[in-house]
């Protein structure tokens, strides 16, 4: 029969799975990939499908050769492969028919059917043979089993070569980026990783200001809709080449289903064993065809919420009661500068506020009252929590003035958020139409509206640690606006005790009994809580084609793309002016009290403008009409926007014994711009000269913004050696690439990007693929634009006592150190408290440049079938890294040089007791960083069946690992070396593993996620902590799932399954071991496919 001959030996096995298939191609002969199942985690070459029982095909009319589009389906086949809702449950549930068919495949029986795909790194369709990019695939499948609601969170669970995240929902979020996820590979920096949606860009989410999270042109993946994902491809290594600047680490391609058909629909909820940590999904998707199958259309709607959570909601892990690193006791006789503490505290500023006699001193001195007034038992007083009366600080004395351990001080943990509360709505269409077998046309239409809030106060520091005290002419005068607050002894609001207390304090000492001062972190204004709101709107569309000529085949296509992104937010600010006007509080003549006469309000946008006394003894006793006068909004606005457009055409050269010699060329043109907005509240009151004077403790913030613009060339040439057909001794394929790019850039100039590889596979069952590339990353606006602005940081200090110990080479730093006659006892301010300097963006800076290479194994056995393994050595060294260089990094740089003293010196100053009073950050092409890494990834499918014929219906297991080690990952300032691995957040080694099992309608999981030794301190000296070390830690997640119905299916997941708490929990990294912070936790899922 026709159909038979056309198709050759897999007709038997087409006529019975895909008879609709058959009869469209009759005529064409097909190429079926004998690939894995969709469910295998990591594919470094071969497709991966949306469902296991499936087989990709690609066509090949009798009159020619096709191939794949760059980034795309097949032109001529894109009517033949939409994807139908599956009523299958999360994890693949294949029927024994069809895992025999598939089984036979695996076995070897066709190992010359490779199918062309394409492959994120190159611009031209490759088969497994042919592909030297390595990376791994993470798909639609795993996403659903483990429940993700954030894409950035489920790569850092599923794939160990993702970093932490610089900025995601886990911890406390800057108000400017909430809600927000960065992703970035092999802990170079997200900014060095390239996002991609379906191969082309998308728009940064980084804020464009300093004080922003980000600086480069990362994007916020949570704007991404979980449930459109058909698989996310991961590629390491330099790719600029492929797709230009920023991809120097690698390259992640978020791929859409745009050929989805039927309805789907699915519910979710999470919740903790402890009844707290609520999240929701809700998604409904459906597609459809059009014009007799030419077009197809494919909306969806995705609504994601998650609760906060606050450090105290985990009070004895990470809380206030938290092992924490602390001096040792006053009295301790430990070789150690910190060592393992619980229940830490601050004892020289709190949330109720420390009277003070002095407003040029701290409270106490050792436990000594100094500037404050002395306890009959020792210490100093502070004011209880309903003011009324005045306590003795308590806790176990530590051998640092600014600490306690235990006690009735302040602990920072009472203020810090462990998850953002956010919530999330996607609107996304995408489409295609088929006006011939030769003209295509694919678009994409996006809306995402986000917000996250905080509801933790940072509060309103007020202490003689940072300012002289703030009184309206040191405010005016000076701009000081964080001294030790200034008060009135018969303040109405102090009880006749309290009074009496002060005012006897006050004679003894010999000073005036008319005014007293207060520390306090005034939490109870809400400065810092905040409501971020982001929106993201993208649209891309693109035609492609092709056509014959010169007796060549051409296939091109033309895409284009514009997204923009915008966040605001709203955030009360303490105004400093009206705080003092506040706290003047009298007593009127009709007995009730309010404030002095002769008030002056601040031009601030306050929420109201009428002086209403204020009440800051004790927690939370100020009035409603208080805080509105004492506060305004801010509210900074930021917009991102990018314009690309891409052109390409591909064709091939001449026809060798191993096939076409293949060329692609084309053309890019990028723009992208980035505005900040401050707000009136944020850039503060600007005087007669020019200047701003800030409204608040946040100092004058300028706006930012610019743009940039490209223009580009890229071409690639694929060159096949030697094929399966042409039985070579020792040679079973041997092939080589090389692409290129010239980058013309209008602030960092034009250019070169290149990538070489190649791919030889001795035989059939194992091979070895490669690349060289040289990639670069552009300064963003931030860091090129960025007005000279205050900042206030606090850092290590090198020459402190607690640092001394530290750093690559401690002997070097103690001797610079000594050198400048600073002790080694010595206490530095910078490391306890806040200091001002000045930060912004540099006009001049370069690219940075990376070179990398990559090597892979490849074993895909042929006498173990289902067997894939494939590892990888990745190699990625970058020079002129643009860096802000921080107080911390410059000081460092300074003293662990044996170039001493060095320019980075001259960046900071000391006064004569040693204590830093300024410094001067900024952007500059200033380090280097060279990471070197395994990534192994392996895949096994075993049907029972193939262990006894028996067994048939008992079902089939998978397992799949990812697997992560750092052979090197070192950062350079100056020649000195500082090693960025092995810490708590980036282990040296780690893996995911998920075993599935599959039977019928029912499919389990249990996933293994393990991170080995580590230490709390890297840089560490032997002495500078007890307990450094960390031990290896794993914690174990399961998903139960059953399709009840054809069109009904439900999943239970349970992680954390064992309810695994780290060794010294409270020292860990937050964002790897998050989970474990949570404890046990379930996810309930519902679908409806139809």
Request: net charge neutral.
């Amino acid at each position: 029969m026709a159909e038979e001959n056309t198709i050759g030996k897999y007709g038997r096995h087409l006529r019975k799975c895909c008879p609709d298939l058959l009869r469209l191609f009759a005529g064409v002969s097909i190429t079926v990939l004998t690939a894995f199942p969709s469910y295998a985690q990591t594919t470094q070459d071969h497709v991966t499908t949306t469902t296991p029982v499936k087989k990709h095909v690609v066509a090949r009319k009798s009159a020619r050769k096709t191939h794949v589009t760059p980034h795309g389906t097949p032109s001529s086949a894109r009517r033949s492969s939409p994807s139908k809702a599956s009523p299958a449950s999360s994890m693949p549930s294949v029927t024994q028919d069809h895992a025999q068919k598939r089984d036979d495949l695996y076995g070897g029986k066709n190992a010359d059917a490779i199918e062309q795909v394409t492959v994120t790194g190159t611009r031209l369709s490759q088969t497994r043979l042919t592909n030297v990019m390595a990376g791994t695939t993470l798909d639609a499948d795993q996403l659903k089993a483990r429940g993700y609601t954030n894409l950035g969170l489920a790569l850092l669970r599923e794939n160990p070569a993702f970093s932490v995240p610089s900025n995601s929902q886990i911890g406390s979020q800057n108000s400017w980026g909430a809600g927000q996820t960065f992703t970035g590979l092999l802990a170079l920096g997200e900014q060095r990783t390239l996002t991609l949606i379906n191969g082309m860009r998308m728009v940064g989410g980084a804020t464009a200001s300093i004080y922003g999270a980000g600086t480069g042109s990362q994007v916020d993946v949570g704007t991404i809709p979980t449930s459109l994902i058909k698989k996310i491809d991961t590629k390491y290594g330099g790719a600029g080449a492929a797709y230009g600047a920023d991809a120097v680490a690698g390259v992640v391609n978020y791929e859409l289903d745009d050929h989805f058909t039927g309805v789907d629909f699915s519910a979710q909820g999470d919740w903790t064993q402890k009844l707290d940590a609520p999240q929701e999904k809700i998604y409904f998707k459906a597609g459809t065809t059009f014009d007799h199958g030419k077009g197809g259309l494919v909306f969806d709607v995705e609504y994601r919420n998650a609760g906060g959570m606050v450090y105290n909601d985990r009070r004895n892990l990470i809380g206030s009661n938290s092992e924490t690193y602390l001096w040792p006791a006053l009295d301790s006789t430990s070789p150690y500068s910190y060592v393992l503490t619980r229940n830490e505290r601050y004892i020289q500023v709190n949330a109720s506020g420390i009277p003070l006699l002095n407003g040029y001193q701290n409270p106490s001195l050792y436990g000594a009252a100094r500037g404050g007034i002395a306890a009959p038992g020792g210490g100093a007083l502070q004011f209880s929590k309903d003011g009324k009366s005045l306590i003795p600080i308590t806790g176990a004395l530590v051998q640092s003035n600014y600490y306690a351990a235990g006690g009735n001080g302040m602990s920072f943990e009472d203020y810090d958020q462990l998850f953002t509360p956010s919530s999330s709505l996607n609107l996304t269409h995408v489409g295609h139409y088929d006006f011939s077998d030769h003209l295509h046309a694919t678009w994409q239409a996006w809306y995402q509206r986000g917000e996250a809030k905080s509801t933790i106060s940072d509060g309103y520091w007020s202490s003689a640690m940072f300012d002289a005290p703030l009184n309206m002419d040191n405010y005016l005068n000076s701009s000081n606006v964080n001294g030790a607050l200034t008060l009135r002894t018969d303040n109405p609001y102090l009880t006749d005790a309290e009074r009496s207390t002060i005012v006897n304090a006050l004679a003894a000492k010999g000073l005036p009994t008319d005014q007293f001062y207060m520390a306090r972190d005034t939490h109870d204004l809400r400065e810092g809580m905040f409501t971020t709101t982001n929106q993201m709107f993208r649209f891309q569309g693109g035609l492609n084609g092709d056509f014959n000529a010169v007796g060549r085949h051409f296939e091109w296509n033309v895409r284009g793309e514009y997204s923009r992104y915008m966040n605001s937010t709203a955030t009360p600010m303490v105004v400093t002016q009206n705080l003092i006007n506040a706290l003047d509080a009298v007593r009127l003549p009709d007995g009730s009290i309010g404030c002095a006469p002769g008030v002056v309000n601040s031009t601030a946008p306050t929420v109201s403008k009428t002086c209403a006394p204020l009440n800051l003894f004790g927690e939370n006793q100020a009035s409603p009409a208080a805080i509105d006068y004492t506060t305004a909004i801010a509210k900074p606005k930021n917009a991102n926007s990018q314009r690309d457009l891409q052109a390409e055409i591909h064709s091939t050269v001449v026809h060798l014994p191993a096939g076409d010699v293949r060329w692609d060329i084309g053309y890019e043109h990028r723009r992208e711009a980035y505005n900040f907005d401050s707000g009136a509240a944020l850039r503060g009151e600007q005087l007669a000269d020019g200047s701003y004077r800030q409204y608040g403790d946040d100092i004058p913030i300028p706006n930012t913004g610019g743009a940039y613009h490209t223009h580009e060339v890229f071409g690639e040439l694929d060159v096949p050696l030697i094929s399966p057909n042409m039985h070579m001794p020792a040679a079973y394929s041997l092939s080589a690439t090389a692409n290129g790019r010239y980058i013309n850039n209008n602030m960092a100039g034009g250019y070169w990007t290149y990538m070489f590889g190649g791919a030889w596979w001795p035989t059939q069952d194992f091979g070895f693929s490669g690349n060289y590339a040289r990639s670069v990353r552009n300064p963003s606006v931030t860091e090129l634009f960025a007005p000279k602005s205050r900042v206030a940081n606090m850092a290590s200090d090198p020459c402190s006592q607690e640092d001394l110990a530290n750093g690559p080479d401690p002997a070097t730093r103690q001797a610079n150190c000594a050198r400048e006659g600073i002790p080694s006892n010595f206490e530095s301010n910078i490391v306890n408290y806040t200091v001002f300097g000045t930060n912004g963006g540099n006009p001049h800076l370069k690219n940075e440049v990376s070179t990398s290479y990559t090597g892979s194994a490849h074993f895909v056995p042929r006498f173990v079938p289902g067997l894939q393994l494939d590892a990888s050595f990745v190699d990625v060294k970058i020079s002129n890294e643009i860096t802000s260089l921080g107080i911390s990094s410059i000081m460092a740089a300074c003293y662990d040089s044996k170039d001493f003293p060095n320019a980075y010196c001259n960046l900071f100053t000391r006064d004569a007791d040693h204590q830093v009073t300024s410094y001067e950050e900024g952007y500059v092409n200033i380090a280097g960083q060279h990471m070197q890494a395994l990534e192994a990834a392996l895949n096994y499918n075993l049907p029972l069946r193939r262990i006894n014929a028996a067994w048939r219906d008992f079902g089939e297991f998978n397992l799949s690992v990812n697997y992560n080690h750092y052979v090197k990952n070192t950062t350079s300032y100056l020649g000195t070396s500082y090693q960025g691995f092995g810490g708590t957040g980036q282990p040296q080694d780690s893996f995911t593993a998920n075993l599935n099992y599959m039977r019928g309608p029912l499919t389990l999981q249990w996933q293994t996620i393990y991170y080995g030794p580590s230490q709390f301190g890297v840089q560490a000296g032997k002495y500078a902590q007890n307990y450094n070390d960390r031990p290896d830690f794993a914690y174990f997640n399961a998903t139960i799932g059953y399709r009840i119905t054809k069109n009904f299916d439900v999943n239970f997941m349970i992680n954390n399954a064992t309810n695994a708490v780290p060794r010294y929990a409270g020292t860990t990294s937050l964002g790897r071991y998050y989970d474990a912070m949570l404890g046990r936790a379930f996810q309930l899922q519902l679908g409806a496919h139809f």
